[in-house]
């Protein structure tokens, strides 16, 4: 397959089939190099074109909780007050800097997703 840049639907379509074809190429190998070049190219229409959207602060924390088993106790070892964890998923109380940082240090949360 000729590479080339990803300009239309059409192209987009054809380079997901062929990706299909040659995913599993060993690595230096011509067609592990056309993979992983097909990927990027993929990669950059589709953030283009499809782009995702940050979760909003709340969705994020709760993902996270939930990925961790943790409940609203251990949220509020992590902010400071469970009265604070009803408040903020209540959406009556905005997050502090220090809140921000906290779960950013404690949950590994990306500032960007707390950030609104």
């Known amino acids: 397959m000729e590479i080339k840049i990803i ?3 059409e192209d987009y379509n054809q380079a997901l089939k062929r990706l299909e074809v040659v995913f599993d190429a060993p690595v230096d190998t011509p067609e592990g190099d056309e993979a992983e070049l097909l990927g990027l190219l993929v990669e950059k229409f589709e953030d283009e074109h499809y782009p995702i959207e940050s979760p909003d602060p709340i969705t ?5 909780m939930e990925q961790m088993n943790m409940d609203n106790q251990d949220l509020a070892n992590v902010i400071g007050y469970k009265s604070r964890v009803s408040e903020i998923f209540n959406l009556k109380r905005k997050l502090t ?3 921000i940082r906290s779960l950013h240090e404690k949950l590994k949360i990306p500032y960007e997703s707390l950030i609104t």
Do not use: G
């Not at 994020?60 to 996270?64: G, H, L, Q, T």
């Open 7 to 9: 300009k239309t639907e």
């Open 60 to 64: 994020a924390i709760k993902f996270r």
């Open 97 to 99: 800097l220090k809140m």
